[in-house]
T-cell receptor
Framework: AQSVSQHNHHVILSEAASLELGCNYSYGGTVNLFWYVQYPGQHLQLLLK??????LVKGIKGFEAEFIKSKFSFNLRKPSVQWSDTAEYFCAVTTYSSASKIIFGSGTRLSIRP | DAGVTQSPTHLIKTRGQHVTLRCSPISGHKSVSWYQQVLGQGPQFIFQYYEKEERGRGNFPDRFSARQFPNYSSELNVNALLLGDSALYLC???????????FGPGTRLLVL
């Protein structure tokens, strides 16, 4: 069965630090990849997505992610975090055969120290 | 434009009861999906409906059912509630041919 692994359960950073959140998926075929963010008290929002083409995708609020097919990874990065980036981040995948079913990772809680 | 809306926002039920959760998709979206998010975990897929037909089902017992109406809104029904059904229930909508789902604020269900 397909699965998504986010190895960092809780990450704590100071403002202006660089961020990288890991995400690995298990599926050998064509995938669509997503990062969603859930700010405190708010609903799940799409941060960025990869369907095809350039493996380096840019999203909102200065976030980017790189798809490395050989490593089955889709890590999220941001060069300089802000206190407002405090949130829960979810990596997710859909497959060609199950495009309607999003498979989410367990999430990474990001805490930013002001 | 309004996003995905869900009602109610919070709900408290007791074991064995039945619950109905409602979702209205973004205008123009014909596909609705339901997810269950237990505290500390990522959302888990329950159902997807498109044009009033079930197009996908996750690994949930038959106590969970759903339907979609002609206006593309949807209901999720859960019978014989268990304590473990306590969770945030999310609805997401998407338009035909796209691979992106947009989520509503969720309904938080507490089963006592």
């Amino acid at each position: 069965a397909q699965s998504v692994s986010q190895h960092n359960h809780h990450v704590i950073l100071s403002e202006a630090a660089s961020l990288e959140l890991g995400c690995n998926y298990s599926y050998g075929g064509t995938v669509n990849l997503f990062w969603y963010v859930q700010y405190p008290g708010q609903h799940l929002q799409l941060l960025l997505k990869y369907f095809s083409g350039d493996p380096l995708v840019k999203g909102i609020k200065g976030f980017e992610a790189e798809f490395i097919k050989s490593k089955f990874s889709f890590n999220l990065r941001k060069p300089s975090v802000q206190w407002s980036d405090t949130a829960e981040y979810f990596c997710a995948v859909t497959t060609y055969s199950s495009a309607s079913k999003i498979i989410f990772g367990s999430g990474t809680r990001l805490s930013i120290r002001p | 434009d309004a996003g995905v809306t869900q009602s109610p926002t919070h709900l408290i039920k007791t074991r064995g009861q039945h619950v109905t959760l409602r979702c209205s998709p973004i205008s123009g979206h014909k596909s609705v999906s339901w997810y269950q998010q237990v505290l500390g975990q990522g959302p888990q897929f329950i159902f997807q409906y498109y044009e009033k037909e079930e197009r996908g089902r996750g690994n949930f017992p038959d106590r969970f059912s759903a339907r979609q109406f002609p206006n593309y809104s949807s209901e999720l029904n859960v019978n014989a509630l268990l304590l473990g059904d306590s969770a945030l229930y999310l609805c997401a909508s998407s338009s035909q041919g796209t691979k992106t789902q947009y989520f509503g604020p969720g309904t938080r269900l507490l089963v006592l």
